[in-house]
């Protein structure tokens, strides 16, 4: 796939501050916002709530649907460059935004291939890198048939449209077939299905590719998910250099596959025997990359906007041995507010993320503590000494 | 002098997300937002332009005179804390507000006492703490009598308003007195003279003060000024530990002499000999202290937040063996919009740090580098790669 077709020169000058448009207004978009604003950035958001984490710090939010290509049109008109913090946006209605003469990053293209798990894999596959066997599915008879040739259990999924488990379903048996199809919406949905593919760790690495397809690759991390929702981040992971030599290596590959420009999180899965293969590729910042705000000399989200700027990259080294990152999610539905901030705080060395969001639920993600170390188990520690005080709503 | 008398537990729950108002909307508050966002602040700016640094990211700016007191009500009351950026907000307008009940950190007495130097300087004496000899003078034959007492040369200054030099004149003689009594307006404004202190370096520290009277203390820094505006910040200074230990006493006692809570800038002299002064103290988050921001486990920033919400202060430890600032000032009068920035972003390890102002002129702040290093000329080294590609308007 080639660079973005109007990829304007890196030198290009920008109106000053340099406005930069969101589309989406989570914490990822605040944490972006956050990142841009020392660079001389304005951000815009563009979210269906004014009340949007990232709204909250945006001066000119708009509230639209980011779906709607005469509102994406609007933001593009009071941006220099767009960039997005979900891959579900409507692919078309950024080619159009593209075909218009705006700057989007990542581009249309890449969007449409990640976006779509199959294509992605595909992809990923065409470019000769290691991934799961998958196949479409079109009726259970076609999960029937893939089963006998990749073997039980398989994991259906929703080809768009999923994340943090949400549109996967583990079928450990035949048995399981019926409800997993009607779980996943088989009869209106396209869906597809991976071999359950025997890991013994998940890693995950960021990828900043620039504009120019020059890229910096942030350490390996082990990332620990609980219910299918990133919990725990380990940098770096405690593999050998070999490994991480490899997982390095498939992880810029596969950015450069689809194309991407800005930060990717590109998650692997690793098996006892060391045999390495990617999971899936998210075109945009990405929860694996938060500990790099405090232990990287230039984070994720800087290294994102610039390079949708065009503007080189910083440097992904970290700036301690150790980082640990451990989300802050809610457990049940309660208002967004805190408890135990106080007590958190306390704890030396910890750094609390607090996302603003006004209410919280179950596995909800409100926030996230780094800490570093000079060793794995130290930053650990002190990340868990903070986050085991915070919680929303009851304790 | 007392806390706060209205001091509400540090374990007080706010809003969610909790209302922080600033009053001023510079470089000082645009950096105080960007700490106090991932804590789940909202910032909102009370300024009288609605394109200043900080009102760009806050979401809810409040466009008005900060001396008005019915304009700072407004504020106050769409806020759960007020806290400040500068120092020359009315303080009688402040008190009202406290008597309103509205919690304001710093304080309006502590504000009070600072924002006058004669005041200040009478407060620090009065505690024990060395500072150079002044006198308030009420006419140029005062001055000649100080003179008689401390000697030519003497630094002749209003007691109010002034920063970066405005405000001061250095009296080499008694031929230059008609000159800087009339420049200073002597004949309208409040003035005082000082003894030329001989120095040999500037020194600063950070402190941030909680509203418990617990404080944390930042490292020692020498600065290095040019036309009176601070250009130069090296982390930690190059001193003997001996006159290190004094001078974060002298920054420790100084703050609390006069009951502040926030970051506060304690700027010193130190001389030849190794004998220290206090030059200055400012009731705010300091130049000085920019380095914090990737150099200190918790910012400065980041701490005068937590302060002034009555949360546990973090950390001013270190996270690398020296860090250097550098101001990008203007230079000439010119847009806003760098030059330079994107060489300026090769330099590996320069950290830029633009404001977003739309107007540059000469010695404006428009931006700052920091850079770490394992040693201060490594730092220095960085930083000053970056630094020179950036200018504005003219190069």
């Not at 990542?106 to 470019?127: E, I, M, S």
């Not at 996967?168 to 991976?194: H, I, K």
Request: charged fraction near 15%.
């Amino acid at each position: 796939m080639q660079t973005h077709p109007t990829d304007p020169s890196p030198a290009q000058t920008y109106h000053y501050p340099v406005r930069l448009g969101i589309i989406g207004g989570g914490q990822l978009a605040r944490m972006l916002a956050l990142a841009a604003l020392p660079l001389g950035c304005e951000v815009i958001v563009l979210e269906n709530s004014p009340l949007s984490p990232a709204a909250r710090l945006a001066p000119a939010a708009l509230v639209g649907d980011w779906n709607d290509p005469a509102t994406l049109l609007k933001l593009a008109e009071r941006c220099d460059v767009i960039t997005l913090e979900n891959e579900f946006v409507n692919a078309a209605a950024l080619a159009a935004l593209e075909q218009a003469g705006h700057p989007v990053y990542p581009g249309a293209a890449c969007l449409a291939v990640t976006q779509d798990k199959l294509t992605q894999k595909q992809t990923l596959q065409n470019a000769g890198l290691a991934v799961p066997r998958f196949r479409a599915v079109r009726s259970p008879a076609e999960v029937q048939a893939a089963a006998a040739d990749f073997g039980w259990p398989l994991v259906l999924k929703t080809r768009r449209n999923g994340y943090d488990g949400k549109g996967n379903f583990t079928l450990r048996s035949a048995a399981d077939l019926p409800a997993g199809w009607a779980a996943l919406g088989g009869d209106r949905l396209e869906l597809m299905v991976e071999e359950f593919w025997p890991f013994t760790r998940e890693l995950a690495v960021i990828v900043t590719r620039a504009r120019t397809g020059e890229a910096v690759l942030y350490p390996v991390v082990e990332t620990i998910q609980q219910n299918h929702v990133c919990h725990v981040v380990k940098a770096p992971a405690e593999i050998p250099p070999e490994v991480a030599a490899r997982a390095t290596e498939l992880a810029g590959r596969a950015v450069a596959a689809v194309g991407g420009v800005g930060s990717f999180g590109v998650e692997m899965f690793l098996s006892a025997a060391g045999a390495l293969v990617i999971n899936e590729l998210a075109p945009r910042v990405h929860n694996s990359g938060h500990y790099t705000i405090e232990a990287c000399v230039c984070s994720q989200f800087e290294n994102h906007v610039r390079a949708v700027l065009g503007w080189p990259l910083g440097s992904p080294t970290m700036v301690a041995p150790a980082a640990v990152m451990l989300n802050l999610l809610g457990t049940v539905a309660a208002p967004g507010q805190p408890v135990g901030l106080v007590p958190a705080l306390q704890q030396t060395g910890a750094h609390v993320h607090l996302y603003g969001k006004l209410t919280s639920g179950p596995g909800r993600k409100m926030g996230h503590v780094t800490a570093l170390g000079g060793t794995l188990a130290s930053a650990l520690a002190t990340a868990q000494r903070a986050a085991r005080e915070i919680s929303f709503g009851a304790k």
